[in-house]
T-cell receptor, first 111, second 111 residues
Framework: NAGVTQTPKFRILKIGQSMTLQCTQD?????MYWYRQDPGMGLKLIYY???????DKGEVPNGYNVSRSTTEDFPLRLELAAPSQTSVYFC??????????FGQGTRLTVV | TQLLEQSPQFLSIQEGENLTVYCNSS?????LQWYRQEPGEGPVLLVT?????EVKKLKRLTFQFGDARKDSSLHITAAQPGDTGLYLC???????????FGKGTRLSVIA
């Protein structure tokens, strides 16, 4: 069972570059989330979606964009990478009750 | 403002000791989860509690949801080195609100 799949696992970006972090889930979950986790810290919510075509901002949305054209996919876009966006990014999905399943994470370094 | 406050932030104990981790909020949650995260991995769900006063046991781990559904605790009996990790509480307030996380408690169990 694939669950939640994130790609890439690692990436180094130069300041000002753009990239898309991919996330796909095969559990038919309506809810999907993007979090970032800085070293030694908890998870901060960037964006979330309660279903295809619906997205909403979380706690730290600045510098990011998302789209949800299908139930399965929830890509996260960084338009102009900045050093402050160096972090580990986790995608997750859940049913309405909040029991979330996480991907393995994408470790992003902006230099 | 952090919606879910966890304490303590760090905990280092000897093998065989007992410990309790707390998760508090001023908001009422429709459900609350506890996750455990190991280095380089995404969080993994341990338990969900939904009823005020509910107690759930998972081997040596006991989870309790407060009567008012504003707080929760995780108690570990006879801790083992394999319990080492980051413990995160998370919850959903209601409806289409997103899953939000506390900052986590980093537990180290020394053999």
């Amino acid at each position: 069972n694939a669950g939640v799949t994130q790609t890439p696992k690692f990436r180094i970006l130069k300041i000002g570059q753009s990239m898309t972090l991919q996330c796909t889930q095969d559990m038919n979950h309506n809810y999907m989330y993007w979090y970032r986790q800085d070293p030694g810290m908890g998870l901060k919510l960037i964006y979330y979606s309660v279903g295809a075509g619906i997205t909403d901002k979380g706690e730290v949305p600045n510098g990011y964009n998302v789209s949800r054209s299908t139930t399965e996919d929830f890509p996260l876009r960084l338009e102009l990478a900045a050093p402050s966006q160096t972090s580990v990014y986790f995608c997750a999905s859940s049913y309405r009750d909040g029991e979330a399943f996480f991907g393995q994470g994408t470790r992003l370094t902006v230099v | 403002t952090q919606l879910l406050e966890q304490s303590p932030q760090f905990l280092s104990i000897q093998e065989g000791e007992n410990l309790t981790v707390y998760c508090n909020s001023s908001s009422v949650f429709s459900s609350l989860q506890w996750y455990r995260q190991e280095p380089g991995e995404g969080p993994v769900l341990l338990v969900t509690v939904v009823t005020g006063g509910e107690v759930k046991k998972l081997k040596r781990l006991t989870f309790q949801f407060g009567d008012a559904r504003k707080d929760s605790s995780l108690h570990i009996t006879a801790a083992q080195p394999g319990d080492t990790g980051l413990y995160l509480c998370a919850g959903v307030i209601s409806g289409n609100t997103p899953l939000v996380f506390g900052k986590g408690t980093r537990l180290s169990v020394i053999a």
